[in-house]
């Protein structure tokens, strides 16, 4: 397999928190609706951008404070520790496709957040979970965060292709 274009075609789906016991078995942080969905992707790719490696994935589980994988390769636990911070990337192409009104958090990073006055709140730099609802993070032109819930009542509009997110939301709320 082709080594994909990183900026363009991968999308982080987590990351190596730790290692997990002595037979090289990775503590993963997944930033998947479910938290065993990257188990459903038998090659990841781990670490930073322009530097992805690939791995075969071999078994994974759910414990009860964490997701823990085995990829091929990794044997002990000093190779394991060693990936910790690395990103987990999967190919755009194998994907899923999103289902209407539905996004890859990866595809709303650096679009720009317009209210419905007009008014330009800044771009998305991350989401988090909150457990009640998605929350976008937004950088504004002074380098403030913005906070806004991913949620109909104020998120009204997502153009990708436009590369923006109307919300009902002020600068000052």
């Known amino acids: 397999m082709k080594n994909p274009a ?40 781990l670490g930073q951008p322009g530097q992805w490696q690939r791995y075969t994935f071999l078994d ?26 690395s990103l987990i990337a999967i190919p755009r192409s194998e994907l899923p496709a999103a289902e209407e009104g539905e996004f890859y958090w990866a595809d709303l990073v650096g679009l720009s957040v317009i209210n419905r006055e007009g008014q330009t709140l800044g771009k998305v730099t991350r989401l988090f979970e909150t457990g009640a609802n998605d929350v976008l993070v937004l950088e504004d032109s002074e380098q403030q965060e ?28």
Not at 25 to 45: G, V
Not at 153 to 173: F, K, M, P, R, S
């Open 6 to 45: 990183p900026d363009t075609d991968m999308v982080v789906m987590g990351y190596v928190s730790g290692a997990f016991g002595i037979r090289g078995w990775l503590k993963i942080h997944a930033e998947t609706e479910y938290a065993d969905s990257l188990f459903d992707y038998p090659e990841w790719w």
């Open 60 to 85: 994974g589980a759910v414990q009860p404070k964490a997701v823990v994988a085995q990829l091929e390769g990794i044997n002990d636990r000093d190779q394991a520790f060693a990936l910790r911070g």
């Open 146 to 173: 913005i906070m806004i819930p991913f949620v109909a009542v104020y998120v009204l509009e997502v153009d990708i292709q436009a590369g923006t997110i109307v919300v009902d939301w002020q600068a000052d709320y």
